[in-house]
């Protein structure tokens, strides 16, 4: 994934920060920026939101082109990303537990599929019947 530094921020602050290179910004709103990220969690090609304010002055990834181009020839900034570690933490926290969800829907799908149903509250009910 990435590697943790101490960058000063505009203010001249002391951040701990974590550091991720090869990101590409894909998509910019005025308030954060959609990247791919090479790795991130374990997945390949994994796109997060970041938010302006978790991205330190440093940073090489800061934007995504808004001309008026069209989009093919459009392109976003390419290089080392640098946030907060607070975004990082919340950021792998998120991950982590879609994670999660994603592996519980799985079982669920496959229960359901080797006993042939439901099992749900809905399909009891129907069982028993008047």
Known sequence: MGWRDERDDDRGDRDACDVFPGVRCTKETPKAILCTFPEFGGDKDMERWVPKSMVMDASEVWRYDTSTLPSEEKVGDFGKLI???WW???????YKTAKKAAALKRAG???????GGGGGLAARLKKVGP
């Open 109 to 115: 799908d496959a229960h359901r599929a080797k006993t």
């Open 83 to 85: 946030v907060k570690e």
């Open 88 to 94: 990082t933490e919340r950021a792998l926290e998120e």
